[in-house]
C-alpha cells in the first residue's frame, strides 16, 4: 500500500468531492459511503454514493454501484488506467469489485479500523476485520492503494450519521438489515 504522502492535488480535490457526496447521500437517507471514478485523462466518468436504504439492496455500495454505471462506457483498459476515489476503505465486496472491474487504482479516506471505531456494535454493522489491501493482494494483477488520507475530513459524515443511526434504533426498538 502506497502512504498519503504519494496524493496529489487533484487526488485531493477529488477525495473532498467524495466526501461531499457521502455528507449528500446522509442528507438523503442513506449511508455515508460515495465513490468516484476518474479515468487517465482526469475526466470523472461516475459518482455514486450508497443507495442501499433507497434501492433495499444490500449490495448497492458506492463503489459497486459506480462500477456498475461506467461498465458501458470503459474498457478493461481504460479502467486500468483509472482511479477510484472512495470516501471509505472499500469492504472486502466492493474490494473484489475493484479487483474483478480491473480498476489500477484506489484512493481512499477513513480506513476501516477507524470506521469500525465510529459505528455501533450492532449485528446490522458489523463489518469484515478484512482490510481492501488483503482482498487485493490476492489477485493476479496489482492495484495500487492509496490511504487513509485525509481521515479526519473522511470522518465527519460518518460521525453524523453513525450517532444517528444509532439513536434511531434505539427509538425503534429494533434494528434492520440496511
Request: hydrophobic fraction near 45%; aromatic fraction near 6%.
Amino acid at each position: 500500500m502506497t502512504t498519503a504522502s504519494d496524493i496529489t492535488d487533484k487526488d485531493r480535490a477529488f477525495m473532498r468531492r467524495a466526501f461531499q457526496l457521502a455528507e449528500a447521500a446522509v442528507e438523503a437517507g442513506d449511508r455515508p459511503f460515495a465513490a468516484i471514478i476518474v479515468d487517465a485523462d482526469g475526466n470523472i466518468r461516475a459518482e455514486a454514493t450508497s443507495v442501499q436504504r433507497k434501492m433495499a439492496d444490500i449490495t448497492a455500495h458506492a463503489e459497486v454501484t459506480a462500477i456498475r454505471n461506467s461498465c458501458n462506457d470503459m474498457s478493461r483498459d481504460e479502467f486500468a488506467a483509472a482511479t477510484i476515489y472512495s470516501s471509505a476503505e472499500p469492504c472486502a465486496m466492493c474490494a473484489g469489485a475493484i479487483y474483478w472491474s480491473n480498476l489500477g487504482r484506489l484512493v481512499f479516506g477513513i480506513s476501516e479500523g477507524r470506521l469500525r471505531d465510529l459505528r455501533n456494535t450492532s449485528l446490522k454493522n458489523a463489518a469484515l476485520r478484512m482490510t481492501c489491501s488483503e482482498v487485493l493482494a490476492t489477485g493476479a494483477h496489482e492495484t495500487t492503494i492509496i490511504g487513509p488520507v485525509l481521515e479526519d475530513e473522511a470522518a465527519v459524515a460518518h460521525q453524523i450519521f453513525w450517532k444517528r443511526d444509532a439513536e434511531a434504533d434505539l427509538a425503534r426498538g429494533k434494528e434492520s438489515i440496511l
